[in-house]
């Protein structure tokens, strides 16, 4: 079975990155015989050249524009809008595709119960390799992942999908409402999207022999610490919040409202400016979590204990 695939490029001041990024993935494309395809470059209200860089020297990608940065989910989000074919593939403007990047990936969407596939991301300079399989560890009060879990060959399952080089299935990712914009402007929104189509059903892999490359530090590195590190942790609250079964979901904002407590105590104002940002979000945060029961309605829908479990299993079998 053939499949047509769109690439979604999220931008913001990546004009020096965009053209290795564009000219790999067509090589990559043309290598695997992939003959509908678009690549789609979703800006995020850039203050360099890249939008006219795309309109003058690659005027047949799809550009989508933003006068306001939204941040990462924002952003992909106008892109996957745009996006018209069966795959979906997300691309960081800092990674490049190796040309046969897609030529592993393509039959995993032959069984309808794949969501996505991620290759493996190695540093450019070094060749070390940077992301992996994520094997979940889900406990009573805890969803959280292993760093990474690396093979040369052999196909895994993974928690979630990295947000900067992941194939997915365009009609689930549709149903899903793509990626969750409560995590903008950036973490976590990755980790939230695989729970959601593991707790469908549907399975996410990592893919060894898709290799791509990081070509250099991301905006977020560029960013003060600090910002990052409070974003990070109240994005983390709201991931908790979102997908712990009713209940312990409350449960688990109390104690980390009484850690805050205590952190403040001793100086620690980070812990405590998250949750404080989380309980200023929680209206929405309730809607969202109300929506997205709404959507499943009729559906079967697995816990995270039951997430965790399920990959546990998988893992087993394919070592």
């Known amino acids: 079975m053939k499949f047509s695939v769109s690439i979604v490029i999220p931008n913001y001041n990546g004009q020096q990155l965009l053209v ?11 290598s695997s015989a992939i003959g509908d395809f678009e690549i789609i470059v979703s800006d995020d209200a850039s203050t360099d050249d890249s939008v006219n860089l795309i309109l003058h020297d690659f005027p047949d990608i799809i550009l989508v524009r933003s006068e306001v940065n939204t941040g990462f989910a924002g952003n992909m989000n106008r892109g996957i809008k745009r996006a018209s074919k069966d795959l979906v593939c997300f691309l960081n403007s800092d990674v490049q595709l190796t040309s046969s990047y897609f030529t592993s ?3 995993l969407f032959e069984n309808e119960q794949t969501f996505g596939v991620m290759g493996a991301i190695y540093d450019q300079e070094t060749n070390e390799p940077q992301d992996g399989a994520k094997k979940p560890r889900i406990g009573y009060l805890r969803i959280e992942s292993n760093k990474n879990t690396f093979s040369s060959t052999d196909l895994l399952p993974t928690m979630f999908l990295s ?17 969750c914009e409560l995590y903008n402007p950036y973490y976590s929104e990755d980790v939230d999207l695989g729970l959601q189509a593991w707790r469908r059903g549907w399975k996410l892999y990592f893919q060894p022999l898709a290799i791509c490359h990081h070509a250099q ?5 560029k960013l003060p610490n600090k910002g990052v590190r409070m974003i990070a942790k ?10 712990l079964p009713s209940g312990l979901n409350a449960l688990y904002l109390l104690s980390v409202l009484f850690n805050s407590l205590g952190q403040l105590l001793i100086g620690n104002t980070l812990h405590f400016n998250a949750v404080i940002s989380v309980f200023k979000n929680l ?7 109300k929506q997205r029961h709404e959507k499943a309605k009729g559906k079967s829908m697995l816990s995270v204990f039951q997430v965790k479990q399920v990959i546990l299993d998988m893992t087993q079998i394919n070592s």
């Open 234 to 243: 109240r994005n983390k609250h709201f991931l908790h919040f979102l997908n």
């Open 105 to 107: 990936q393509l039959s």
């Open 217 to 221: 530090s991301s905006t977020i590195k």
């Open 163 to 179: 947000g900067a080089n992941a194939l997915v299935r365009r009609e689930y990712l549709n149903q899903l409402g793509g990626f």
């Open 20 to 30: 290795d990024t564009i000219k790999c993935a067509q090589v990559a494309l043309e």
């Open 283 to 289: 209206k929405k945060l309730q809607k969202e979590r």
